[in-house]
């Protein structure tokens, strides 16, 4: 199973990105999809989460500027990031826990100019 990540880039402050994260080959039962993000010189962090039941979660300093959008027919997780700063610039990993295992993407790359 893997989980490819898209939609990184360079953006200026303000703007907005959308990340994308499909989970690809012998897909168990996904619980949860989010994304993490590890800004340089910095831990991991968890960024938002959404469940298979459709819950939400977020963490105090993006809640009103990002959206996370799962879609479990189509194992796929988007993550919709407006009013950026600098302080978003950071590598995003798309995440997924099964009953099982734990999965990571590759990660994307965000910068945030000034």
């Known amino acids: 199973v893997q989980l490819v990540e898209s939609g990184g880039g360079l953006v200026q402050t303000g703007g907005s990105l959308r990340l994308s994260c499909a989970a690809s080959?012998?897909?168990?039962?996904?619980?949860?999809m989010g994304w993490f993000r590890q800004p340089p010189g910095k831990p991991r962090e968890r960024v938002a989460s959404a469940s298979n039941f459709g819950t939400t979660q977020y963490a105090s300093f993006v809640k009103g500027r990002f959206i996370i959008f799962r879609d479990n027919t189509k194992n796929t997780v988007d993550l919709q990031m407006n009013s950026l700063t600098p302080e978003d610039s950071a590598v995003y990993y798309c995440?997924?826990?099964?009953?099982?295992?734990?999965?990571w993407g590759q990660g994307t790359l965000v910068t945030v100019s000034s």
């Open positions: 995440n997924a826990l099964t009953p099982t295992t734990t999965l």
């Open positions: 080959g012998s897909i168990p039962s996904i619980e949860i």
